[in-house]
Structures are given as structure tokens and as C-alpha cells.
């Protein structure tokens, strides 16, 4: 079996399921991997086979869209080059994780495709949302990726089709800890935009994984880390909690571990918006932006005992078994042998 797997690069978190699945997934058949998209810090160790500059987004320096930065970057002659250039008919099974280019493709090509991922969840409107929902975020998060068929993750059931977050291997039994740091990984702010606010914390040790970071340094309460996914790892192992952005993917490995979450979601964002919805509805800290009380409400977390609610780990194997059994792939066999006979 032939499959292609569409990843979309703006942000780590769709990397970083990818590496988690990729292991599983090759059991299954011979795939190749295209990447859309070019603001992903994690490196690549997948088979890629295509890749485009896609759509992505760019942030501005304290915790909101760069706008321009989106715009500027989108080429719609591109992307139809792109999608029209893709040999999708020669795989027996397309795998999108929220790449528009694949879509498009599938479109051009009349192809069945399986969208695999966090915004497939957001085809439900049972999945949280805002109070005020954004109409073009609606129509983003549910036809931009469009497929055939739909496996979403989120941080609880909310539908049929709606299963656990692909949680990373070194976490599945690992032996957590509490060594008092708190993890700080908020890719949407720059150093300047937090940093008397955490220097006001003296009592509290921050690992902070900036952009930018070439080695490990500690100046006063802080050490600065690189954007490593090994080392990332190792401090959320052992932090007391973590403050991040609105993305899914690691508010989703702090909650599976039991850590303290702080989640700052990006301004404007609406996905990040629907998801901070969804935490706040299981009790934890959200917070809307960073004013000048933020330093008394981080100490406050810090010390406050509170408990966040567990999360399960998503079975890949059983998930992918789904795919497959699912998947109009199946059904194109099915013809196949009928016509024979």
C-alpha cells in the first residue's frame, strides 16, 4: 500500500504528531511524507518526498498575528501549481493533517482524502468554541483542509469521530517529577515582551525556550533553552507547570503528565481561541493577554494548590486500524473485486 501523508509546518505541533504516527503508520504500507508550510522550528526526520512553501503564519512580537507577514506570503498562483503537481493519483491512501495544498489537490484530481488531526475535530459543533464565534474562522478551520473523511483529536470526546491526543513515546510511563521550574515555551512573544515580568518572580526558576536560542544559559531566575525537542522534554518531565500558547499539542502532554497549565493563546487566533474555550471548561488558567498584573497571577498558580484533570493517550495503532477500515480506499477495492466476477 502506497501512502501520502500531508503535514501542515506552521507551528511544531502537526511535526511533532507526525513523528509519533510515522512509526505505526509504515507497518501499514510505504509512505511519503509532504510538508506545506516553512515557520516550524523542529527538524524534519521523516521520509520527505514534497514540499511547498504553503501558508503560514507569522506572529507579531507580543502574542498576536502579523497579519501583513500572512498575506504577504500567500501566492494563490503557487499553490495551484503546487496542488496540480502533486501525484496523488498514484497512492492508495491520503492522509491530510490540515494542509490546504493536498485539499486543493484532491479537489483538482477528484480523490477521496482522510483528515487526521486537531482541526478535524472542529467539524463537530459539539467540540468547544468562544462565545462570540468568527465566521471566518468557521469556514477556515472547516473547509480549508477539506477531506472525504475525518479522525479528530482533542483534549475529550466531544464526538463520535473525536479521540485522545497522540501523546509523545517519552512520555508514555515515563517517570515524572517536580525539580519547582516552570516551563515557558510562548513562540508568538519575543524575550522583551515577558521578561521584566518574569524577573519580578526572583523565587521562581523559569526554563524559557526561545527562538533564537543557540545554547543553554542562566541569567538570574531564568535559563534560556533553544527550541529542542529533547530538552523540552526533559523540563516538562520535571517542571512544577507550564505556561504556553492556545496550540494543542503540549497543553495536551502537560495535562497527560499532571502539570500545572498556564495557556496564553495567541490574539486573533481563533483555533487557539476554541481551545483556550475547551480548557476553561475543564478548570484550567486561561489567560486572554499579558498585563501588568501578570507576575502576581503566575506566583499566585505557582503556590495554589490545584489539581488539572488527567487525559488519556491516544492508541495510534487502534487509530490508524480506523483510518484504514474507514477509508473509501477500501470501498475502491471492494468495486475492484466486484467487477471481476
Given at each position: 500500500m502506497k501512502i501520502f501523508y500531508a503535514v501542515q509546518a506552521t507551528g511544531n505541533g502537526h511535526i511533532s504528531r507526525a513523528q509519533q504516527i510515522y512509526p505505526y503508520l509504515k507497518n501499514f504500507g510505504d509512505?511519503?511524507?509532504?510538508?506545506?508550510?516553512n515557520n516550524a522550528n523542529l527538524k524534519f526526520p521523516l521520509p520527505i518526498k514534497y514540499r511547498s512553501k504553503g501558508c503560514s503564519l507569522h506572529y507579531s512580537k507580543c502574542g498576536?498575528?502579523?497579519?501583513?507577514?500572512i498575506i504577504k506570503n500567500i501566492k494563490p498562483w503557487m499553490m495551484y501549481k503546487d496542488a496540480s503537481s502533486l501525484?496523488?493519483?498514484?497512492?492508495?491512501v491520503i492522509i491530510n493533517d490540515f494542509d490546504f495544498i493536498t485539499s486543493l489537490a484532491c479537489k483538482l484530481k477528484k480523490l477521496p482524502s482522510v483528515q487526521l488531526g486537531h482541526q478535524a475535530s472542529f467539524q463537530s459543533d459539539a467540540t468547544p468554541r468562544p462565545d462570540k464565534r468568527s465566521l471566518v474562522g468557521e469556514k477556515i478551520l472547516k473547509h480549508y483542509a477539506h477531506a472525504t473523511n475525518h479522525i479528530g483529536f482533542h483534549f475529550q470526546s466531544y464526538d463520535?469521530?473525536?479521540l485522545p491526543p497522540v501523546i509523545k513515546e517519552e512520555f508514555i510511563g515515563a517517570k515524572v517529577s517536580d525539580l519547582n521550574h516552570v516551563t515557558v515555551y510562548l513562540p508568538s512573544f519575543q524575550q522583551h515582551c515577558l521578561l521584566a515580568a518574569f524577573n519580578k518572580l526572583k523565587h521562581i526558576h523559569f526554563h524559557w525556550f526561545l527562538d533564537?536560542?543557540?545554547?543553554?544559559?542562566?541569567?538570574?531566575?531564568?535559563?534560556?533553552?533553544?527550541i529542542d525537542q529533547s530538552l523540552f522534554?526533559?523540563?516538562?518531565?520535571?517542571?512544577?507547570?507550564l505556561i504556553t500558547g492556545g496550540g494543542f499539542e503540549t497543553?495536551?502532554?502537560a495535562l497527560y503528565l499532571g502539570k500545572k497549565l498556564i495557556s496564553i493563546p495567541i490574539r486573533n487566533h481563533y483555533e487557539q481561541q476554541c481551545n483556550a474555550a475547551a480548557l476553561k471548561k475543564m478548570g484550567i488558567n486561561v489567560l486572554e493577554d499579558v498585563g501588568d498584573d501578570f507576575p502576581e497571577i503566575v506566583e499566585k498558580w505557582f503556590f495554589e494548590n490545584n489539581t488539572n484533570?488527567?487525559?488519556?493517550?491516544?492508541?495510534?495503532?487502534?487509530?490508524?486500524?480506523?483510518?484504514?477500515?474507514?477509508?473509501p480506499y477500501h470501498q475502491k477495492k471492494v468495486k475492484a473485486a466486484a467487477l471481476l466476477f
Amino acid at each position: 500500500m502506497k501512502i501520502f501523508y500531508a503535514v501542515q509546518a506552521t507551528g511544531n505541533g502537526h511535526i511533532s504528531r507526525a513523528q509519533q504516527i510515522y512509526p505505526y503508520l509504515k507497518n501499514f504500507g510505504d509512505v511519503d511524507f509532504f510538508v506545506s508550510g516553512n515557520n516550524a522550528n523542529l527538524k524534519f526526520p521523516l521520509p520527505i518526498k514534497y514540499r511547498s512553501k504553503g501558508c503560514s503564519l507569522h506572529y507579531s512580537k507580543c502574542g498576536g498575528l502579523n497579519y501583513s507577514g500572512i498575506i504577504k506570503n500567500i501566492k494563490p498562483w503557487m499553490m495551484y501549481k503546487d496542488a496540480s503537481s502533486l501525484p496523488l493519483e498514484k497512492y492508495d491512501v491520503i492522509i491530510n493533517d490540515f494542509d490546504f495544498i493536498t485539499s486543493l489537490a484532491c479537489k483538482l484530481k477528484k480523490l477521496p482524502s482522510v483528515q487526521l488531526g486537531h482541526q478535524a475535530s472542529f467539524q463537530s459543533d459539539a467540540t468547544p468554541r468562544p462565545d462570540k464565534r468568527s465566521l471566518v474562522g468557521e469556514k477556515i478551520l472547516k473547509h480549508y483542509a477539506h477531506a472525504t473523511n475525518h479522525i479528530g483529536f482533542h483534549f475529550q470526546s466531544y464526538d463520535s469521530f473525536i479521540l485522545p491526543p497522540v501523546i509523545k513515546e517519552e512520555f508514555i510511563g515515563a517517570k515524572v517529577s517536580d525539580l519547582n521550574h516552570v516551563t515557558v515555551y510562548l513562540p508568538s512573544f519575543q524575550q522583551h515582551c515577558l521578561l521584566a515580568a518574569f524577573n519580578k518572580l526572583k523565587h521562581i526558576h523559569f526554563h524559557w525556550f526561545l527562538d533564537g536560542i543557540e545554547s543553554i544559559r542562566t541569567e538570574s531566575n531564568i535559563t534560556y533553552y533553544p527550541i529542542d525537542q529533547s530538552l523540552f522534554n526533559k523540563s516538562l518531565l520535571s517542571c512544577h507547570g507550564l505556561i504556553t500558547g492556545g496550540g494543542f499539542e503540549t497543553p495536551s502532554e502537560a495535562l497527560y503528565l499532571g502539570k500545572k497549565l498556564i495557556s496564553i493563546p495567541i490574539r486573533n487566533h481563533y483555533e487557539q481561541q476554541c481551545n483556550a474555550a475547551a480548557l476553561k471548561k475543564m478548570g484550567i488558567n486561561v489567560l486572554e493577554d499579558v498585563g501588568d498584573d501578570f507576575p502576581e497571577i503566575v506566583e499566585k498558580w505557582f503556590f495554589e494548590n490545584n489539581t488539572n484533570p488527567r487525559i488519556k493517550a491516544n492508541n495510534i495503532h487502534q487509530t490508524l486500524e480506523l483510518l484504514f477500515d474507514t477509508y473509501p480506499y477500501h470501498q475502491k477495492k471492494v468495486k475492484a473485486a466486484a467487477l471481476l466476477f
